[in-house]
């Protein structure tokens, strides 16, 4: 990997933290982004961190990376649009594999930055495609023509960090924009972001102060579904059925074995009867 000399100094703490966060997992590119992101300092993965909410919140975020890959493992589909996706480089990752088009957007000035970082990973040309473009997800305009770039046949959209920062009426135009690409094109929409009020267990994740000032700078636990039952009926309301839910893989998580030498009994107890506060679900155009 090529170390730039470009200044990472805009990117937004939440950002950096996260790209911090992952670098101790085997997620790919992660620890690369880490020490792109602290270079010319190193960067020492918190492998040895004594806080649980550390690890609950790593677990959270590694889980949700992992859920996207799995969904999208078993279809097809060969043309994947991700949308949000901030510092993650799973387009990159994927078009390792040949036969995939990828394209990988966010707001304007994210992919100003990450496109330095794609091109401080990619040592060699990419048997697939790889486009890193901006995009307003939504802009229907500019989603289409982003669309537009792909060949023929079904497409894959997916995201994980997007819906939490959308109100009602904003949900309902992403649904409408995406649920009319589908008609047309045909395929699937993934996302992580079956998000659920569950102040409780919430919390562990935003425990750090940094974690719980952008919570509520962005409004995430008021913008979240009431419950599973209400987010299926949501989309049911727009248009879109439940093709197949995500399933957690305990041997794909680098933090679970930390997590559970940290926690006590108690702890791990009322984990369990908090139970589960996000999933991943890939979404199809109702019949």
């Known amino acids: 990997m090529e170390i730039t000399n470009r200044d990472y100094s805009a990117i937004s703490p939440t950002a950096k933290s996260l790209l911090l966060l992952k670098g101790v997992t085997n997620i790919p ?20 961190n004594k806080d649980l909410a550390f690890w609950v919140r790593l677990l959270h975020f590694e889980d949700r990376y992992h859920s996207i890959d799995q969904l999208l493992l078993d279809l097809p589909v060969k043309n994947i ?7 993650s480089f799973r387009g990159l990752a994927t078009v390792q594999q040949p036969g995939y088009h990828y394209i990988d957007t966010d707001l304007p000035e ?45 497409v894959a959209i997916v995201n994980e960090g997007l819906l939490m920062y959308l109100d009602e009426t ?23 972001d079956i ?4 102040e409780e267990a919430t919390n ?11 919570y509520a700078q962005h409004q995430i636990h008021e913008k979240m579904f009431d419950s599973f039952e ?6 049911q309301k727009m248009g879109f059925a439940i093709d197949k839910a995500s399933v957690r893989d305990h041997e794909k998580l680098t933090a679970l074995p930390h997590l ?16 589960k506060i996000r999933t991943t679900w890939r979404l199809m155009l109702a019949e």
């Open 204 to 214: 562990e994740i935003r425990k750090d102060e940094q974690w719980k000032a952008f």
């Open 230 to 235: 209400s987010a299926e009926l949501f989309f």
């Open 195 to 198: 998000y659920i009020k569950r």
């Open 110 to 154: 994210v992919i100003a930055t990450k496109q330095s970082f794609v091109t401080a990973f990619q040592q060699e040309p990419a048997a697939g495609v790889l486009e890193v473009l901006p995009l307003n997800a939504l802009d229907e305009a500019a989603f289409r023509e982003r669309i537009g770039h792909f060949p023929e046949g079904p």
């Open 260 to 275: 559970l030498e940290m926690a006590t009994p108690a702890q791990l107890q009322k984990m369990r009867q908090t139970g």
């Open 29 to 48: 590119y992660a620890a690369a982004a880490a020490k792109l992101i602290l270079a010319p300092k190193p960067y020492q993965p918190e492998l040895y």
């Open 170 to 192: 904003e949900k309902e135009k992403l649904c409408g924009i995406i649920r009319r690409i589908l008609q047309q094109r045909g395929g699937y929409w993934i996302t992580g």
């Open 81 to 87: 649009l991700e949308l949000s996706s901030g510092f």
